[in-house]
C-alpha cells in the first residue's frame, strides 16, 4: 500500500499515485474522503483506504467513490450499512484495533464482540482488520512488539471464531524495514515511498529522495555594512554583503523558523537564509559563492554540485521532522514530474496534468 495522504507527503497526490502504481503498488491509503474523492477524479480506480477519521454522514460518498473505510464505531457502521442498502452493494471495512497508540480503533478486548456485531450487520463487508505501530521507528522494540502479540493473539482468536477477515495489516514505513516477519497481507508504506527514511533506524537500505525543492534567483544585490536585511532588521550586514532574494517564503513550506539560520544550495555551496523569511520571499547570503546572477537555480532540498541538503537536514534546524517539512509544502508550489529525467506531468495549485511527449 502506498500512503499518499497530506498530498502525498507534499509531493503531488496524483502525480504520486501514477508513479506508484507503474512501480508496483497495489492499493493506496488516504487521510480523509477527500483525499479519496481527489484519487478517484483523477480517474484511479485502485483500492483506496481511508485510513482515519470518517463522519457518518460521508456513508453515502464512501460507496459511490468506492473506498474502503477504517471502521471503529456502530454508529458509522450502521450509517454504511444503510447507505450498502440504498444503493445495492456492500461497503467495504477494515476494522482498526488500538494495539498501544491511545488514539484510534476499538479496544483488543472489545474486538471480538465488535467484529461478530459487524459480521450481522446486512451490506457490511469486513474486508480486513488492522494497527498501528507507535514505535516502530524507536531503538527499543519492546512496545511494538507488544503490539505485534496483541494484535497476533486477537487475529487467533477471531480465527478460532470465524470471524478474521481475509487482509491483515500493521506495519508502516519503520515496521516494513524494522519486523519483515509481520508485513501479513499489506506493508503500509510512508513516507519511505519517497526515498526518505522514517527514521535513524540501523539497517535500513538506501534511500533515494524522490523531491528536490529549487528556487531561482530572483534579484541580487550588495549591501553595505550595516544594511539590514528583512522584517524586524533581525540580519544586519557586518560587512559588504551579496544577498540573492529568492521567491519562496513561509506561504510556500519555508517555515519561518529558518530564518537566520536555515541554508541553501547556490554553485554547489551552501548558502545561509539572512533575515526573516517571509510570506513570499527570503534571502540568502551569497559572498564568495562565485559568479551568482539573476533566475539562477537555487536548491532548498536536494543536491547541487558536490553537496546536498536533505528534508530530513532541514528539519532539524527547525527542530521538528523529514514528514513535517514536506508535508508543509503548499500546493501553490509547482511539481514538475520527471522520468528519465525529463518532465512528463505537472502539478500546480490543485490541477494535474500530463506532458505531451513532443514536449519531452
Not at 159 to 170: E, I
Request: hydrophobic share 45%.
Amino acid at each position: 500500500m502506498a500512503v499518499v495522504k497530506a498530498n502525498a507527503y507534499g509531493h503531488g497526490i496524483v502525480g504520486v499515485a501514477e508513479a506508484a502504481l507503474a512501480g508496483g503498488a497495489a492499493c493506496f491509503g488516504v487521510a480523509c474522503v477527500d483525499e479519496g474523492a481527489q484519487l478517484r477524479s483523477a480517474g484511479i480506480d485502485a483500492p483506496i483506504l481511508v485510513l482515519g477519521y470518517v463522519p457518518h454522514w460521508e456513508a453515502d460518498r464512501v460507496l459511490r467513490l468506492d473506498l474502503a473505510v477504517a471502521l471503529t464505531t456502530t454508529q458509522l457502521a450502521l450509517a454504511l450499512a444503510r447507505a450498502a442498502a440504498e444503493m445495492g452493494r456492500p461497503a467495504r471495512v477494515h476494522v482498526k484495533v488500538d494495539t498501544g497508540m491511545g488514539r484510534y480503533g476499538v479496544l483488543p478486548e472489545e474486538a471480538l464482540d465488535f467484529m461478530r456485531a459487524c459480521h450481522a450487520t446486512p451490506g457490511l463487508d469486513v474486508e480486513g482488520i488492522f494497527t498501528h505501530l507507535a514505535t516502530a521507528d524507536e531503538p527499543d522494540p519492546t512496545h511494538a512488539e507488544r503490539q505485534l502479540r496483541r494484535f497476533d493473539a486477537l487475529c487467533g482468536v477471531l480465527d478460532t471464531h470465524g470471524l478474521l477477515p481475509r487482509v491483515r495489516h500493521a506495519v508502516n514505513s519503520a515496521g516494513t524495514f524494522a519486523f519483515p516477519d509481520h508485513h501479513y497481507d499489506v506493508a503500509r508504506c510512508g513516507i519511505a515511498v519517497y526515498g526518505v527514511p522514517p527514521a535513524d533506524m540501523p539497517g535500513l537500505p538506501p534511500l533515494r529522495p524522490a523531491l528536490n525543492l529549487k528556487a531561482r534567483v530572483a534579484r541580487l544585490r550588495t549591501l553595505p555594512a550595516g544594511s539590514c536585511v528583512g522584517y524586524g532588521c533581525t540580519f544586519v550586514a557586518r560587512r559588504p554583503t551579496d544577498v540573492a532574494l529568492i521567491p519562496i517564503g513561509y506561504a510556500d513550506g519555508l517555515s519561518r523558523s529558518l530564518s537566520n539560520r536555515g541554508w541553501a544550495l547556490v554553485n554547489g555551496r551552501r548558502a545561509p537564509i539572512v533575515g526573516r523569511v517571509s510570506m513570499d520571499q527570503a534571502t540568502l547570503d551569497v559572498t564568495g559563492l562565485g559568479d551568482v546572477r539573476q533566475d539562477d537555480e537555487v536548491t532548498l532540498i536536494g543536491a547541487q554540485g558536490g553537496d546536498e541538503i536533505t528534508a530530513t537536514e532541514m528539519a532539524t534546524w527547525r527542530d521538528t521532522i523529514a514528514y513535517e517539512v514536506l508535508t508543509g509544502l503548499h500546493v501553490r508550489v509547482p511539481r514538475v514530474y520527471l522520468r528519465c529525467g525529463r518532465p512528463v506531468a505537472v502539478a500546480e495549485n490543485g490541477e494535474y496534468w500530463t506532458l505531451p511527449p513532443e514536449r519531452y
